[in-house]
């Protein structure tokens, strides 16, 4: 079962995950693996997506699958 998370929920993101920037074709143009865990904010689900959302993480849009995000945050 998908987690479900609503724009402008805070949610909690565990070391070791990883998030993607997409192209507009859909491709991974960039991927990085957390190095701690961190506290984001859910910007919405992924254009054409059902299990990616978009989120904000130092200063940039990022992509992370819902399986690796958590409800609760700061």
Known sequence: MLNKFTEGEYVYIPSS???????????VSRAHILGKPAHV???GLREASTEFYNIFYEGQLWSVHSHNMYAGGE
């Open 17 to 27: 995950c990883r998030l993607f920037q997409f192209t507009d074709a859909g491709h």
């Open 41 to 43: 904010m859910v910007l």
